[in-house]
C-alpha cells in the first residue's frame, strides 16, 4: 500500500504543481501583451537624426564618435532581476562576454541574474539595478551618463548593447546593437551639403557629441522596453515546457499507479478465494 499511497500523493501535488504554473503562464501573457501595446519606439528621431548625418560631410570631420569600430568597446548585458526564463540571461551574457573576448574592453551588466552569472564566471563588470517599467528611461539615462563618463576617460571607444528581442510571444532573439560609432545610422538617400557657407553656434564635434549623448540615451530606453517585453516571453515559453513535462511525468505515475492498484486488486481475490477454498474444505 505504501507505493499507492505515494503515488497518489505524488499525482496530486503536480496537479496542484500544474494549475500554479497555469496562473503564473496567464499572468505573464497579460503582462505580455499589457506592456506590447504600451511600448512604444521613437522612431522618427533616429530617422531625422540620420538625416542630418547625410545631409552634413562627415568625411572631413575627425572625432571618435565616428571613427572605427574595431577597438575596445564597452558591452552592456542587459538581463532581469528574476529567473525562469529558460537561459535567456545566461546566452545574454555569455553574447557579452563573446565580444570582449574577441575585442577587449569592459562589461555592464544590468539585472541582478546577470550578474550572478558574471560573478560565476569571475568576470569584472559594473552592475546596474534591472529595468522598472515605469522608470526605464531614467533608468536609461543614468548609465548613458555613466558609459559617456568611461568614454571621456577612454575606457573603451565603442558601445553595443546585448539584449533579448522578442519576436513574438514563444519566440525571441539575442540582437547586438552597436550605439557608438554612430557611422551605422547615416542615410545613403540625402546629399551631403557643403559646409563652407555655414556658420555654426557651435562645433560641429560639438553639435555631433550632444546629438549622440540624446541618441544614445534614447536607444538605450527603447532596448530596455524591448528587453522587458522578451522577459515576459521568455518566462512562459518556459512554464509552458515546465507544465508539458509535468504533464508528461504524472501521465507515468498514473500508468504505475493503476499497475499497482491492478495487482493489489489481484493479489487480493487469490488471497480471498484461496481463503474459501480453504474454508470450503
Same mark, same amino acid.
Given at each position: ?17 500544474? +494549475? ?54 564597452? =558591452? ?19 553574447? *557579452? ?28 563588470? &559594473? ?12 533608468? &536609461? ?24 528581442? *522578442? ?9 547586438? *546593437? ?6 551605422? !545610422? ?8 557643403? +559646409? ?7 562645433? =560641429? ?10 541618441? =544614445?540615451?534614447?536607444? !538605450?530606453?527603447?532596448?530596455?522596453? +524591448?528587453?522587458?517585453? &522578451? ?45 474459501? &477454498?480453504?474454508? *470450503?474444505?
Amino acid at each position: 500500500m505504501i507505493p499507492l499511497l505515494k503515488l497518489k500523493k505524488d499525482i496530486q501535488f503536480n496537479n496542484n504543481l500544474c +494549475m500554479i504554473l497555469g496562473t503564473l503562464k496567464n499572468v505573464s501573457v497579460l503582462q505580455f501583451r499589457i506592456l506590447e501595446q504600451r511600448l512604444k519606439v521613437f522612431e522618427p528621431f533616429e530617422k531625422s537624426l540620420g538625416n542630418f548625418f547625410a545631409a552634413i560631410d562627415f568625411d572631413r570631420i575627425e572625432h571618435p564618435f565616428l571613427g572605427s569600430s574595431k577597438g575596445r568597446v564597452g =558591452v552592456v548585458a542587459v538581463t532581469s532581476d528574476k529567473g525562469l526564463l529558460g537561459g535567456l540571461n545566461n546566452r545574454v551574457v555569455n553574447g *557579452a562576454l563573446g565580444i570582449l573576448k574577441e575585442r577587449g574592453g569592459f562589461l555592464v551588466v544590468v539585472g541582478e541574474q546577470g550578474k550572478v552569472y558574471a560573478q560565476h564566471c569571475k568576470v569584472a563588470f &559594473a552592475g546596474y539595478p534591472g529595468i522598472l517599467d515605469e522608470a526605464r528611461y531614467p533608468q &536609461a539615462y543614468e548609465l548613458r551618463d555613466y558609459l559617456f563618463k568611461e568614454l571621456e576617460e577612454g575606457r573603451f571607444e565603442s558601445i553595443q548593447v546585448v539584449y533579448p528581442r *522578442a519576436l513574438s510571444l514563444v519566440n525571441y532573439k539575442i540582437e547586438v *546593437a552597436s550605439l557608438l560609432p554612430l557611422t551605422g !545610422l547615416q542615410s545613403e538617400k540625402t546629399e551631403s551639403l557643403n +559646409m563652407d557657407g555655414f556658420i555654426f553656434e557651435s562645433s =560641429v564635434g560639438s553639435i555631433l557629441e550632444y546629438l549622440a549623448f540624446l541618441w =544614445v540615451g534614447q536607444r !538605450l530606453g527603447d532596448i530596455f522596453g +524591448m528587453s522587458r517585453l &522578451a522577459e515576459m516571453g521568455a518566462r512562459f515559453t518556459h512554464l509552458e515546457d515546465a507544465t508539458q513535462k509535468i504533464q508528461e511525468l504524472n501521465q507515468k505515475l498514473k500508468l504505475q499507479y493503476f499497475k499497482f492498484r491492478h495487482e493489489v486488486v489481484d493479489q487480493s481475490m487469490r488471497e480471498l478465494f484461496a481463503a474459501r &477454498a480453504l474454508y *470450503a474444505e
